[in-house]
């Protein structure tokens, strides 16, 4: 059954304010009164069975304890610590003085029920309408749009030792299934010594030690990467003939040969290892198969994830968050974040954001919801926002002119840059002086017009002006917010493995950056509005 809250303050809770124990100006207190009446318990009984089992810890209290976790960036051990002795966090989650606490591994069993229900957006929504209310978020506000990497919580296998995490993976989840079946499994395929580490078996003391990759020759490694791909095929042969069932097992032994086949090609007789940046596979560790290696400069790039962020321009409260694996651009996602900033009902005049926002698509795509995009070109858009010198482009009538006044209709799409290619064919300049210059030895010239001319075209003009150094101004402000949630709320690192709890730190660091901004809006206001007025 799903447990209750208590909502009334007690004469200890009171004494705790008396004895200023919890400052009237502390951002406890003000989670206690903004927070507070947020989340109910209500909000969740769908997670639960409202008739049956014993009374459940309040769904509300432990969501609203991931809230102040991400705010404090404390670990769940040291959170459900802080709830069963610091009185100021007692205060902050209106919890009676001698509340006795719960097991730590509840915020975890919560994470998951919030994931599954998607409660922890509607967390983050109320956050962000209590803001707009105190009149601290305006609904037309310019948003900055930018994403930050997320290192995943894994160490990188080499490619032998990813294969050795697959067989091992599937070895385990065959034994949870049936541990005479593994026997079975592991003899057949010459996988025993990995089924003995899972089993915690000590090795014979006569056996001489394996040696680790790291000690190994060239040659010995090689030979080592053979071995284990030979044993993960063998492995998965074995398996299939087995037609097993279980879902777990069957994600298991789709996994090891997805890895296999990506990472090694040839029979049992001729293996090689394929180099990383021709494999069809991009998985990094078996422990986490959703983080991903992408590239956040030229020469640095990361395995794990990346938080795409919408921050209002003046009063900074992230208004909406996406999480991917790394690989994912931020061109991709971008019209995602338009359209979650819509949704949270905000209509801002302008997105402004870096190059990777700045493609025509883009613009296009943000001018169709009512949004001016504020971005330097793509450096391919910036010569696709003109055409080549002396060249004249009729967008109505769908021609290019050339200097010498030849007119050309003939014209193709090219998905390599997003372009119209117009031709000029050798016959068309018959008689030109300059047609040998312009077409050569090809047999036609082209001038390369982009789809999105009239876009593009528009941004050049507009980043020439003082209104646009403004805008790159503002734009560096969402940096700072990164900064905070890197150094002070543990979003530097995943702390999860799997997107969907990746995702879900993300939103609980934004639900805690946005409601320390609420916070300090609210203090400044009350500040300045203590000021007396300095007489004339």
């Known amino acids: 059954m799903i ?5 009334t303050m007690s004469e200890y809770e009171k004494l705790l304010i008396d004895l200023d124990i919890v400052k009237k100006n502390s951002l406890f207190y003000a989670f206690r009164e903004l927070i507070l009446p947020l989340v109910k318990d209500g909000d969740f009984s769908s997670f639960y069975d409202l008739d049956k089992g014993r009374d459940s ?5 432990l969501s609203l304890a991931l809230i102040l976790q991400r705010i404090l960036n404390y670990s769940d051990r040291k959170m459900a610590q802080a709830i069963r002795v610091d009185l100021e966090v007692k205060y902050a989650l209106g919890l009676p003085i001698l509340y006795p606490g719960f097991h730590y591994s509840l915020l975890s069993i919560h994470r998951n029920r919030l994931i599954q229900g998607g409660a922890g957006r509607d967390i983050f929504d109320r956050v962000l309408h209590l803001a ?5 978020l305006s609904k037309d506000e310019d948003q900055i749009l930018d994403s930050t990497h997320i290192v995943a919580d894994i160490a990188l296998p080499t490619a032998s030792g990813l294969v050795r995490q697959a067989i091992v993976h599937l070895l385990r989840a065959i034994e949870k299934l049936d541990p005479s079946l593994a026997d079975k499994i592991s003899d057949a395929s010459g996988t025993r010594k990995y089924l003995d580490k899972i089993r915690k078996v000590k090795p014979d003391p006569d056996t001489p030690r394996e040696k680790k990759e790291y000690e190994m020759t060239p040659d010995e490694k090689k030979a080592l990467f053979v071995q284990v791909v030979r044993e993960g095929r063998a492995l998965a042969r074995v398996c299939k003939e087995e037609h097993i069932e279980d879902e777990s097992v069957k994600e298991a032994l789709a996994l090891l040969i997805e890895i296999v086949e990506s990472i090694a090609k040839g029979d049992d007789d001729n293996i090689t290892r394929i180099p990383p940046k021709e494999r069809k596979c991009k998985i990094q560790s078996v422990h986490d198969p959703d983080a991903r290696y992408g590239k956040k400069t030229p020469k640095t790039g990361y395995v794990g994830y990346k938080a795409h962020i919408a921050m209002s321009s003046e009063s900074r409260f992230i208004t909406y968050t996406e999480t991917t694996p790394m690989d994912v651009g931020d061109p991709t996602m971008a019209p995602e974040l338009i359209k979650g900033v819509a949704r949270e009902g ?12 700045g493609s025509g698509k883009f613009r296009e795509f943000a001018a169709g919801h009512g949004v001016q995009v504020s971005a330097p070109l793509f450096p391919r858009a910036q010569s696709a926002s003109r055409v080549k010198e002396g060249f004249i482009y009729d967008p109505e009538a769908c021609t290019v002119t050339c200097p010498l006044g030849k007119t050309s209709r003939s014209r193709w799409y090219s998905a390599d840059g997003e372009v119209m ?7 068309m300049c018959r008689g030109c002086p ?3 210059d312009c077409i050569g030895n090809k047999g036609y010239m082209s001038a390369s017009v982009s789809m999105y001319h009239e876009e593009l075209k528009a941004a050049a003009s507009y980043n020439e002006t003082k209104a646009f150094q403004r805008d ?7 940096e700072a917010k990164f900064g905070e949630a890197k150094r002070f709320h543990g979003m530097a690192r995943a702390i999860y493995r799997y997107l969907k709890k990746v995702d879900l730190q ?3 660091t934004a639900i805690a950056l946005n409601v320390k901004r609420i916070f300090t809006l609210l203090k400044d206001r009350k500040s300045s509005a203590l000021i007396e007025p300095i007489a004339a």
Do not use: H, N, W
């Not at 707009?132 to 601290?136: A, D, F, R, V």
């Not at 905000?346 to 926002?357: C, E, N, R």
């Open 3 to 7: 447990g209750l809250r208590s909502t």
């Open 57 to 61: 810890v309040s769904p509300a209290l």
């Open 132 to 136: 707009q209310e105190k009149g601290l």
């Open 346 to 357: 905000l209509s801002p005049g302008k997105a402004i954001g870096d190059t990777q926002y």
């Open 421 to 427: 290619v117009y031709k000029f064919s050798r016959k």
């Open 434 to 436: 300059r047609a040998e």
């Open 472 to 478: 790159k101004a503002i734009r560096a402000r969402i």
């Open 506 to 508: 993300v939103l609980f």
